[in-house]
């Protein structure tokens, strides 16, 4: 652990023992070492979330917004959009970085790809695929053999979208994604008549509004409770919408499902109703004073290795 995270690292021992003496017992670091690998988790969680924060403060080169050149990032991308303006290329951007992901080994490579058309002068930016995502598919699909490594580059997908297709017409593909995606926004108007919406369906708060889209983002094909929450959290962290997740989603989840279970049991196969266990998540998480996004990656990453802090990412 860094030096500079003792500081965080002692609240966080501090608001455990306390939800621990006040509410109730954390059975699942009663282990010293259980209990000095979940508060490096929230450490590497919360130090994650802050750098991508931080790059919505500063200097993005152009390069970052050209497939063309290895620097390319859609994140960085995405706050220079942002400030020049260009509110919905933005907010697209941050959706093809979630879908696609950005496995550890190959990076934004396939975003690259895609959204460059394989060194096109012409992307599939938001203009060209909100058009026609008809174009977007009949695209895809001839060159799908090429995007699966057929010029000897390879391309993955990210590690949360690892089941995903990069098929155009297939159920739940990419193509599926895409214009479902497409449809959602465009039913709004645009990216910022979307975010509009949620305010006025909503006491216009960002835990509101983010569930409120939260909900909305059913429409997304191959959009589950994973991606969804990905998605949203980047827009609230890049500052291109005031949001900001309220609750760890339980519902459908895997990973952070269990690492809650494992916190407040001791024990990963005992039956919690996720809407409670949710709540207790909240609950704990007003002792800690982290926010909902470091409690659902912190939990998700300690129960993977429980008694030995481990890195994930990717």
Known sequence: ?????????????????????????????????????????????ARRIRYISRISQRDV????????????????????????????????LIFLSVHFGKPRRTGWRLVRDVYGQLGNDVYWDWAQTSANPAAFR???????????????????????????????????????????????????????????????QTDGSPRAMFNYLYQSMDAVISFGR??????????GKLGLAPIEPGSTYM???????????????????????????DTKVIELESYLHVGMQVMEDALCNWQKSPGVFRPFRG
């Not at 580059?153 to 155009?168: A, D, E, M």
């Open 61 to 92: 080169s152009n390069n970052r917004a050209d497939p063309s050149s290895d620097l390319f990032d859609p994140e960085r991308a995405a706050v220079l959009h942002s400030r020049q303006g260009h509110l919905d290329e933005a907010f697209w």
């Open 226 to 235: 994973t991606a969804k929450f990905d998605y949203l959290t980047m827009v």
């Open 138 to 200: 009949q695209w895809l699909s001839t060159n799908l053999v090429m995007l699966k490594g057929g010029d000897g580059v390879t391309r993955r997908f990210g590690n949360h979208r690892k089941y995903q297709s990069l098929h155009p017409y297939a159920a739940s593909g990419t193509g599926d994604a895409v214009e479902s995606y497409v449809n959602w926004v465009n039913s709004f108007g645009n990216h910022n008549m979307l975010v509009q919406h949620a305010a006025t």
């Open 251 to 277: 519902q459908g989840a895997t990973g952070p499902f269990d690492g809650a279970k494992l916190l407040f049991s001791g024990n990963t196969a005992t039956y919690w109703n996720r809407s409670n266990l």
């Open 1 to 45: 652990m860094r030096h500079q995270d003792y500081p965080l690292a002692q609240q966080l021992r501090q608001g455990l023992e306390l939800y621990g003496q006040q509410i109730q017992p954390l059975v699942g670091i009663q282990n010293g070492a259980y209990c000095d690998t979940l508060i490096e988790q929230f450490v590497e969680s």
